[in-house]
């Protein structure tokens, strides 16, 4: 068993005070790695159901090889890991705002990071994803192909309400998915995690953008609590053709 409690980084960066600790958890029995920021709990490793879920489903939509993905929010890494374990995807580029974040991760302090920064298909992309999508290539530099990806896999904020900054709400309006379709090609799929109920309003807003849009919610065990826990999947698709 390991320290029952050890804060492993703490940093001051533009978004606040950015904290990550490991901890050791009877209710489980195992350790639990936390990412705080200020006085809010941005993610945990005991909860990661729904982050893989945005992967798997994306990817459940898509066939064929080579496919290349990119994923808005690095966190610890579980959906970008989700993503990497199919076989099909031949590159992922994954974009967070805290360099900080990405420090963890090549560095080995979180779970994932090793497999992460080992995976030559990998690629970390330190920038803010809502400002990339602005910049037509922004989230794969260089490329050639308009930047394009098969899947969108975005996990930043709580929720489409629920911000981490104000600044990202244009995100989940029709000018903002329509900058993100953009960047999909014909048949590509976005997915988004929210820790909130289905949105009739943003579904409705995805409706407009896309070809097809829904939202399923996603069921897990909060140990924590002793009862089942809930999130949201979106998942949106361009037309075919």
Not at 216 to 233: C, D, H
Request: hydrophobic letters at 40%; charged letters at 25%; aromatic letters at 8%.
């Amino acid at each position: 068993m390991s320290a029952r409690f050890q804060e492993l980084d703490w940093r001051h960066t533009s978004m606040g005070e950015l904290v990550l600790r490991r901890r050791w958890d009877g209710t489980v029995g195992s350790e639990v790695y936390e990412v705080k920021l200020d006085d809010e709990y941005l993610m945990s490793s005991l909860f990661t159901v729904a982050e893989e879920a945005i992967a798997h489903r994306a990817l459940e939509e898509l066939s064929g090889a080579g496919l290349d993905i990119a994923v808005g929010g690095l966190g610890l890494g579980y959906t970008a890991l989700a993503a990497l374990r199919d076989e099909r995807v031949g590159s992922l580029v994954v974009v967070d705002a805290l360099a900080e974040v990405i420090e963890w991760h090549r560095r080995g302090l979180v779970p994932a990071g090793a497999e992460l920064a080992a995976d030559p298909r990998c690629t970390m992309l330190h920038g803010d994803f809502f400002t990339l999508l602005e910049q037509g290539s922004g989230l794969r530099p260089g490329a050639t192909d308009n930047g394009t990806f098969d899947a969108v896999l975005v996990d930043i904020d709580h929720s489409p309400r629920h911000l981490l900054h104000p600044d990202h709400a244009g995100f989940y309006r029709a000018e903002g998915l329509g900058r993100l379709a953009a960047h999909l090609r014909p048949g590509g799929v976005f997915t988004l995690w929210s820790n909130d109920p289905p949105d009739d309003e943003f579904t409705e807003a995805l409706t407009g953008c896309f070809a097809e849009a829904g939202a399923e919610v996603v069921r897990f065990p909060n140990p924590l609590q002793g009862r089942e826990a809930t999130a949201t999947v979106y998942l949106a698709r361009t037309h075919p053709q």
